[in-house]
C-alpha cells in the first residue's frame, strides 16, 4: 500500500491555483469486499479575474472490484453501487461548488445495514480524499 498527498498554491499565467492530490494503491477494504489497484483524487481551484472555478481532472481509478465485481474505469463520477450486507460506496465523489472550492473523495463508503464486520451502521469511511479553495485575499 503506497500513499502521497500533496498540496500547493502557486500562480500560473495570471491565475492562483490551489490543488491536492490524494493517491492509494493496492488498496483492500473490508475484509477483501473492496479491492482497488489505483486510486487518484484530484481537486484544482483556479481563480483568474476575480473568478473562482473548480475542477476534478485527474481523479480516477483502475482495478476495482466491489463484492467480486469488476467496475469499469470509464464509471461516471458520483455513481453509487451497492455493498452487499453492508451498505453503499461511491466511486470518484466529486463535488465543485459555486464558490470553485472542489472536494473529491476517491471512495465514499457508507454502512446502512448491521454487518459481520461489526461496523455500526451510521459508520462512514473515505479513501484518497481531497480539497482544494482558490479565493481572492
Not at 503506497?2 to 477494504?29: D, I
Not at 483568474?48 to 469488476?70: H, I, K, P, Y
Not at 472550492?101 to 445495514?113: A, Q, Y
Amino acid at each position: 500500500k503506497a500513499r502521497a498527498r500533496y498540496s500547493r498554491l502557486n500562480a500560473e499565467g495570471s491565475a492562483q491555483v490551489a490543488r491536492t492530490t490524494s493517491s492509494f494503491s493496492n488498496v483492500g477494504l473490508l475484509g477483501g469486499l473492496i479491492q482497488v489497484n489505483a486510486l487518484q483524487a484530484v481537486a484544482t481551484s483556479t481563480l483568474r479575474n476575480g473568478q473562482s472555478t473548480g475542477s476534478a481532472d485527474g481523479s480516477g481509478f483502475s482495478g476495482l472490484t466491489v463484492a467480486g465485481v469488476s467496475i469499469p474505469a470509464d464509471l461516471p463520477p458520483n455513481t453509487t453501487l451497492p455493498i452487499p450486507l453492508l451498505g453503499t460506496v461511491t466511486v470518484n465523489e466529486q463535488t465543485v461548488h459555486n464558490d470553485g472550492s472542489v472536494s473529491v473523495n476517491g471512495l465514499h463508503i457508507k454502512v446502512t445495514t448491521a454487518n459481520l464486520l461489526g461496523l455500526p451502521v451510521g459508520a462512514e469511511l473515505t479513501v484518497a480524499h481531497a480539497s482544494a479553495s482558490a479565493a481572492p485575499l
